[in-house]
Every structure is written in structure tokens, then in C-alpha cells.
């Protein structure tokens, strides 16, 4: 899959899931360097936001317009991944005043790899939201097609109180 970083076409290294299809096994580290693997977010609805830089102005407005968004839904698993180490993403988090999310470090490639989300030439993950059922099925993606683009959020959103509503009929 191509996407563009500023007008420049990039690779992804493959096509990322598409929607009905199980969500690939990754690893990710969370802010005490714990583990965190897909299979331990089954059981419950997860959303993930997936930004190139946390350093960055998109991803820093689009990490804080899910923060704050995701408050109202705690019986949803929600992770923001990005490639920047651990250390990077707490000094963001401590410059932010963020405290309740979990920002989690792809510093080693798992995720960018099993997802098919990883920009080879440039180290870090394609821009995107996903939303998973209970079962780790997509029902929801947003892959942005220009990097420096922010996702849909308010269609994010939707997708996920359609997949809460249609869990609780």
C-alpha cells in the first residue's frame, strides 16, 4: 500500500488488515517497558490510534483529541502507538499533562511489521485508527492517505458507539 508524507509516495511494507479480518498478533511496550500483545486486548472493544511521531503537531492533536474523546469509554481497551522510544513518549505525556492514556512504544518494529502499518524508508507507522471487536476483528479503519492529514474523528467515533450499541442489543 502507498501513502504520502508531504506529497512524496511512500511503501508501507504490505497491505494492513482490511475490514472483517482478524487483527495480526504485536508486541508493544507500555511507559514500564511491560508487554503488551494483541491477545491480551481480546475480550473487549479496543481502538487504536496509530501516530508517526508523537513529537510532531498532528500526532500530538490527534493523540489529545482521542485522549480526551475515550474518557467516556471505559469499558473500551484504547492504546496510541507510536515508533518513538518509551522515554520520548513520557516527556510528552509529562509536557501534555497526560496521565490516563496509554501511549505505547513500537520502538521495535512488531506492530509496524505485523500490521503491514510500517514506512520502512522512514521508521515510522503510517497514520490510522482502528477499531476492534471484542474478538480482534476490524470493524473500523482509517489509514490516511497523506501522513501530515489528521484521521476522521468524528467517524471514529461513530464506528465505535455503532460497534457499543450493537453489543448491548
Known sequence: MEITINGEKHQLVGNPPAIGDEFPHFKVFDKDNNKIKMKELL???????????????????????????????????????????????????????????????????????ESKLLIPDEGILARSVWILDKEGKVVYREIVDELVNEPKYDQAIAALKALLKKIKD
Open 43 to 113: 475480550g473487549k472493544v479496543t481502538l487504536l490510534s496509530v501516530v508517526p511521531d508523537i513529537n510532531t503537531p498532528v500526532c500530538s492533536i490527534q493523540t489529545k483529541h482521542f485522549n480526551s474523546t475515550m474518557d467516556e469509554f471505559d469499558e473500551v481497551n484504547f492504546l496510541t502507538i507510536s515508533t518513538n522510544t518509551i522515554a520520548d513518549q513520557q516527556k510528552w505525556c509529562a509536557a501534555e499533562g497526560v496521565k490516563k492514556m496509554q501511549l505505547v512504544s513500537d520502538a521495535e518494529e512488531s506492530f509496524g511489521y
